[in-house]
């Protein structure tokens, strides 16, 4: 087993560390394993498992779910998509009807948020490299004509398999919402080979599932992001997922400035509207990309989505030094003592 996520990513589990063991045939519970993927710490917890688990039989079910994680990778990052975006406005792809699917849910999820989530947000990442070594500030008419070729972007499904990118040059970019994808997927396999009870953790989202067997909910606390020591909130679910985007996990300093990894697509510039963003979703492939869009709208604007569209939220922002935290009423709901 590899070590348990670093303090600097965005949700850290008290459930861990508060929980007892207790014993099914020869392994002990709660099991957890780490793993790099996704170019982040990826973490999985089994606490309960129904008989067809028995004995070490459970690290199987794990590995599983683990495979299932780097497949997923595969298809958002280094094949399928990637080869779609190579012959964006010359040819169409083969790219299945798994990631067509992401895809149009990902441009659902972009009309909710008014486009402050953007698919096609590709060629901005790449233009200012946040957390690159090529990271630069731009000038004002390649940002400009960056957005425009956003604007210009089209996806189109041709049939349940096959698709095509346009125009030239255009790219899209699912590392807002492939990481949640991934967490769902791999509890989705855990379930389906007999886990009853258990949590993934992708660097600052995770989804829970079934009921720990001492009946306690799951205790989730979310980052300060101002201070690894400290906690902002610490709340208490049963099922679900949350996720949290933060101007600390990856930045640039350029030119004296803290530039963010996550993008205002109105600006074509890094968001400047929050320091962090959680959100609590049924699926963590929904919470992932809503905890980007709401950065991106900031506390005021992002909490008064998130009530519009159901779904708890916390957001914080910061001015002159001083932070600012704004959270819906039914995330307060959440908060325990
Ligand atoms: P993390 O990957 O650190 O959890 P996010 O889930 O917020 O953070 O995703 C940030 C990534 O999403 C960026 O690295 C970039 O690839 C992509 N991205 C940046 N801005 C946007 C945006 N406005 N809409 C959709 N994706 C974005
Ligand atoms: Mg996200």
Same mark, same amino acid.
């Given at each position: !087993? ?62 599983? /779910?683990?495979? @299932?994680? @780097? ?8 094949? @399928? ?29 972009? #009309? ?22 090529? #990271? ?35 790219k899209l970019e699912l590392g807002a919402i492939a990481k949640g994808y991934a967490v769902d997927r791999a509890c989705e ?5 007999? &886990?009853? $009870?258990? !949590? ?35 709340? @208490?679910?049963?099922?679900?997922? &949350? ?25 074509? $510039? ?24 709401? %950065? ?9 989505? /998130?009530?519009?569209?159901? %779904?708890?939220?916390? =957001? ?6 001083? =932070? ?14």
């Amino acid at each position: !087993m590899k070590t348990f996520p670093s303090r600097s990513t965005g949700l850290l589990l008290l459930a861990l560390s508060l929980l007892g063991t207790f014993a099914v045939g020869c392994t002990r519970y709660p099991v957890t394993e780490t793993l790099s993927l996704m170019g982040t710490e990826v973490s999985i917890t089994v606490q309960d498992v129904d008989e067809r688990l028995k004995g070490r039989l459970v690290y199987a079910a794990i590995d599983s /779910a683990f495979v @299932e994680i @780097e497949r997923i990778e595969d298809l958002c990052k280094w094949n @399928e998509l990637s080869k779609l975006n190579g012959y964006a406005g010359y040819k169409d792809y083969q790219i299945g009807s798994e990631l067509i699917r992401l895809i149009n849910h990902a441009y659902d999820i972009s #009309a909710k948020t008014e486009g402050a989530f953007r698919p096609d947000t590709g060629p901005l990442v790449d233009l200012w490299g946040i957390g690159t070594d090529q #990271a630069r500030i731009p000038n004002l008419l390649e940002i400009d004509y960056t957005i425009e070729l956003m604007n210009s972007t089209t996806f189109t499904p041709l049939d349940s398999v096959n698709a095509r990118l346009d125009p030239s040059r255009a790219k899209l970019e699912l590392g807002a919402i492939a990481k949640g994808y991934a967490v769902d997927r791999a509890c989705e396999v855990l379930m389906d080979l007999g &886990v009853k $009870a258990g !949590m993934v953790w992708a660097g600052g989202d995770l989804r829970v599932f079934g009921a720990k067997p001492d009946g306690s909910p799951w205790r989730i606390a979310v980052r300060h992001p101002r201070d690894p020591e400290k906690y902002l909130r610490v709340i @208490e679910i049963r099922e679900g997922a &949350v996720a949290t985007s933060g101007d600390y996990e990856r930045f640039s300093e350029l030119e004296g400035g803290r530039y963010c990894h996550i993008m205002d697509p109105w600006e074509g $510039a890094p968001s400047r509207a929050s320091i962090s963003s959680t959100v609590v979703m049924e699926t963590c492939m929904d919470a992932d990309a809503y905890a980007t869009a709401l %950065f991106v709208l900031g506390p005021t604007e992002g909490t008064q989505l /998130a009530d519009y569209l159901g %779904f708890p939220a916390l =957001m914080a922002d910061e001015e002159g030094g001083k =932070m600012h935290v704004v959270e819906t009423e039914s995330f307060k709901s959440l908060v325990s003592e």
